[in-house]
């Protein structure tokens, strides 16, 4: 008797790990942080420097400049894709593409689709690829730029893989996450932008993040 | 053969049988053939179906609507005419690099791995589904296709 009272009991306290608690709490700041030793005074100090997107400047299919100036005001989601790509980035662009129409209207959020192929991937390229997929500057912008900068700050900002390699698919071996940045530049949130399912995630925690800077 | 091992044979082959005759819902069947090419065309369908669901719905859409203007539909293409030549060509060499304009399509990728017969399948597939009705692709056509793929 008294073990199946045990039975149960575990099996609710499983239910509960499981129930999205979650949900409540507040997105979390990936990456880590750095810590650097300055002297203040004389005296030896330590201070923590949160992970933060570098500085960037690239140029959009319009032309325009775009730099994290750009995103001041705006919280975005980025992500690396290239127009010649075989396998992954369609799936990728028809994901991006359901939240360019979920957010169309709000003017809080945008998106930012860095090329990996700068060669072939050229300002007129990327204006005639947006074309194609019917969507805009400055909501969704496709950038260009130095091709070194481009896979470091993959890297090493927004911590995923973009690089060349002749054995990968079209060329390019790179991630399919799309990237949730906060107005800090900071990294809150990575998504898989091949699966329906975790863009519906991160739809949901554009929400919550948006609705942080309210309070 | 004792009644147990005939049972199982006719078990089998019922199975089997039942098995290779159920074409994909979106595809069709002309009724005016014999047993024995609609069976052919059926399992070049459900191959076909198999093929198109590793290699294009990526970009074409399982529904084969396509994607907004980045990646054309396939119901009433224009690629699947004469007896499907062009769409032969796109399939195992891709869009030309001629035609990388910067006012047109983005490029369909080479696919030269895929064989003549799957090919035909797939074909076979796409020129039968969503309302599509070319008739059966076979691997000569697809054969003889690629031969001129330069004039496509």
């Keep these: 008797?008294?073990?199946?009272?045990?039975?149960?009991?575990?099996?609710?306290?499983?239910?509960?790990?499981?129930?999205?608690?979650?949900?409540?709490?507040?997105?979390?700041?990936?990456?880590?942080?750095?810590?650097?030793?300055?002297?203040?005074?004389?005296?030896?100090?330590?201070?923590?420097?949160?992970?933060?997107?570098?500085?960037?400047?690239?140029?959009?299919?319009?032309?325009?400049?775009?730099?994290?100036?750009?995103?001041?005001?705006?919280?975005?989601?980025?992500?690396?894709?290239?127009?010649?790509?075989?396998?992954?980035?369609?799936?990728?662009?028809?994901?991006m593409y359901r939240v360019y129409e979920k957010f169309l209207e709000n003017?809080?959020?945008?998106?930012?689709?860095?090329?990996?192929?700068?060669?072939?991937?050229?300002?007129?390229?990327?204006?005639?690829?947006?074309?194609?997929?019917g969507v805009s500057s400055p909501k969704w912008q496709f950038v260009t730029g130095?091709?070194?900068?481009?896979?470091?700050?993959?890297?090493?900002?927004?911590?995923?893989?973009?690089?060349?390699?002749?054995?990968?698919?079209?060329?390019?071996?790179?991630?399919?996450?799309?990237?949730?940045?906060?107005k800090e530049r900071q990294v809150r949130g990575v998504y898989d932008g091949t699966i329906a399912s975790q863009v519906d995630l991160l739809m949901k925690d554009i929400d919550k993040l948006l609705t942080s800077y309210e309070q | 053969m004792s009644s147990n091992n005939l049972f199982l044979f006719l078990f089998l082959f019922l199975i089997l049988s039942c098995h290779s005759y159920q074409k994909p819902s979106?595809?069709?069947?002309?009724?005016?053939?014999?047993?024995?090419?609609?069976?052919?065309?059926?399992?070049?369908?459900?191959?076909?179906?198999?093929?198109?669901?590793?290699?294009?719905?990526?970009?074409?859409?399982?529904s084969g609507k396509g994607f907004r203007e980045l990646y054309p539909a396939l119901i009433g293409s224009a690629a699947l005419m004469d007896d499907m030549g062009p769409a032969a060509c796109l399939i195992k060499y891709g869009t030309k690099v001629s035609r990388k304009a910067s006012n047109q399509n983005i490029a369909m990728p080479a696919q030269a791995e895929l064989s003549n017969l799957e090919i035909a399948e797939i074909l076979t597939y796409i020129g039968n589904s969503w309302g599509n009705q070319t008739g059966f692709i076979s691997v000569k056509k697809v054969a003889t296709s690629l031969v001129d793929c330069a004039t496509h």
């Design chain 1, 1 to 95: 008797m008294m073990k199946k009272y045990i039975k149960i009991g575990c099996l609710f306290l499983l239910l509960g790990a499981c129930s999205p608690i979650k949900t409540n709490f507040e997105l979390p700041v990936l990456g880590r942080a750095e810590i650097v030793t300055k002297e203040v005074n004389g005296i030896l100090t330590e201070d923590t420097i949160p992970h933060r997107i570098a500085n960037f400047s690239f140029i959009n299919q319009d032309s325009a400049i775009v730099t994290n100036a750009s995103f001041k005001d705006q919280i975005y989601v980025a992500d690396f894709f290239f127009i010649n790509c075989p396998s992954i980035c369609p799936e990728m662009s028809k994901q």
């Design chain 1, 107 to 133: 003017e809080n959020i945008g998106l930012l689709s860095h090329t990996i192929d700068p060669v072939y991937d050229t300002v007129a390229a990327l204006a005639n690829y947006a074309r194609l997929l």
């Design chain 1, 146 to 182: 130095d091709k070194q900068q481009i896979y470091d700050l993959g890297e090493t900002s927004y911590m995923v893989v973009a690089n060349e390699d002749e054995n990968a698919p079209g060329g390019f071996i790179h991630s399919g996450a799309f990237l949730l940045i906060d």
């Design chain 2, 26 to 62: 979106e595809s069709h069947v002309p009724e005016n053939l014999d047993e024995a090419s609609k069976m052919k065309y059926t399992q070049y369908l459900i191959q076909g179906k198999i093929l198109y669901n590793t290699n294009c719905t990526h970009c074409h859409q399982n």
